[in-house]
């Protein structure tokens, strides 16, 4: 069963700085997925990293995967308050049938920057 | 590009009834939608994959007779909450796979997600 971590759950932290989160998985995949979810609303769609090495940057964040290590990072860089929101990676797993991928979500990173 | 919605965005029913949510993608085929489920401050749990013209598959523990998946066509999916208790409250937000779409910008293998439907039962 595939199994997919996130750290740290909870993240506060001040305008300006810098900092980490990861996303370790059980079982290889070459599809991994970041999402950003604001209260009470859906999940919009980050990055998507396919293969190993992959670096893709958007703004203040910058994800990255090691299929090797079965780990993807997202870094913030120089926070903002519009950061604050809840990060959710996703391993994608091609389903039995070869046609698509099933998302196996994290537990999600809740992100407050604080001013 | 991609969008997908859904109908009603929130609900609230009495125990013992049915609510069916819609899931359309707008402007683009989907043959695969899915179905999650999030309460409140966790995670999203996949419940189904729901196939154009075909059953659905369900994850472990999801019960098929309760939660009713219909994908009548490449642009619709519906999911029935069948005698729905307090413990069916939750989000469910569901999700189309781009089949065949605006080209050179979307790809086969991202999920474009609904907005989301907030069913409370009473």
């Known amino acids: 069963e595939l199994k997919v971590e996130q750290n740290p759950l909870f993240l506060s932290m001040q305008e300006g700085k810098n900092y980490t989160i990861y996303c370790n998985y059980s079982?290889?995949?070459?599809?991994l997925y970041w999402y950003r979810q604001d209260p009470g609303k859906s999940l919009e769609s980050l990055f998507v990293?396919?293969?190993?090495?992959a670096v893709k940057q958007e703004g203040r964040l910058m994800a990255s995967l090691d299929t090797k290590a079965r780990l993807s990072t997202l870094h913030i860089t120089a926070a903002v308050h519009d950061l604050s929101a809840t990060y959710f990676c996703?391993?994608?797993?091609?389903?039995?049938?070869?046609?698509?991928?099933?998302?196996?979500f994290g537990k999600g990173t809740l992100l407050t920057v604080n001013p | 590009g991609a969008v997908v919605s859904q109908h009603p965005s929130w609900v609230i029913c009495k125990s013992g009834t049915s609510v069916k949510i819609e899931c359309r993608s707008l402007?683009?085929?989907?043959?695969?939608m899915f179905w999650y489920r999030q309460f409140p401050k966790q995670s999203l749990m996949l419940m189904a994959t729901?196939?154009?013209?075909?059953?659905?598959?369900?994850e472990q523990g999801v019960e098929k007779d309760k939660f009713l998946i219909n994908h009548a066509s490449l642009t619709l999916s519906t999911l029935t909450v069948t005698s729905a208790h307090p413990e069916d409250s939750s989000f469910y937000i569901c999700?189309?796979?781009?089949?065949?779409?605006?080209?050179?910008?979307?790809?086969?293998?991202?999920?474009?997600f609904g907005p989301g439907t907030r069913l409370t039962v009473l």
């Open positions: 999700s189309a796979s781009l089949v065949v779409g605006l080209a050179g910008r979307t790809r086969r293998d991202t999920q474009y």
């Open positions: 079982t290889t995949s070459d599809r």
């Open positions: 990293l396919l293969s190993n090495g």
């Open positions: 996703a391993v994608g797993m091609l389903n039995s049938g070869g046609s698509n991928y099933k998302l196996t």
């Open positions: 402007d683009f085929q989907a043959t695969t």
């Open positions: 729901s196939n154009e013209g075909s059953k659905a598959t369900y």
